[in-house]
Nanobody, 121 residues
Framework: VQLQASGGGLVQAGDSLRLSCAAS????????MGWFRQPPGKEREFVAA????????YYSDSVKGRFTISRDNAKNTVYLQMNSLKPEDTAVYYC???????????????WGQGTLVTVSS
């Protein structure tokens, strides 16, 4: 699976942004999809994940209620809708795919290249 993340940019605090991650291959619907982020100078951290069917979603406490993950298996794409953005959301955001892993970055086999989100105060 090859993943291409897009949609990052520079926004102001309180704004919204939607990230997309397009996947190649015909088995996209078999993969759990996750979003992770790496703030400047920090470790990569879990943001959100959705299982292969789209039926169950997971969020980190820091984004719960503000971010929404969704997937469109017909379009081989997973989205991350980010609302009420804060300066601490500034990071490079990565999408990832795996048939087993959900919240643990080390468990994901396939990664996109990352897209930078910068939130100014």
């Amino acid at each position: 699976v090859q993943l291409q993340a897009s949609g990052g940019g520079l926004v102001q605090a309180g704004d919204s942004l939607r990230l997309s991650c397009a996947a190649s291959g015909r088995t996209f619907s078999s993969y759990n999809m996750g979003w992770f982020r790496q703030p400047p100078g920090k470790e990569r951290e879990f943001v959100a994940a959705v299982i292969w069917s789209g039926g169950t979603k997971y969020y980190s406490d820091s984004v719960k209620g503000r971010f929404t993950i969704s997937r469109d298996n017909a379009k081989n794409t997973v989205y991350l809708q980010m609302n009420s953005l804060k300066p601490e959301d500034t990071a490079v955001y990565y999408c990832a795919a795996d048939t087993v892993a959900i919240k643990v970055a080390a468990g994901y086999r396939f990664w996109g290249q990352g897209t930078l989100v910068t939130v100014s105060s």
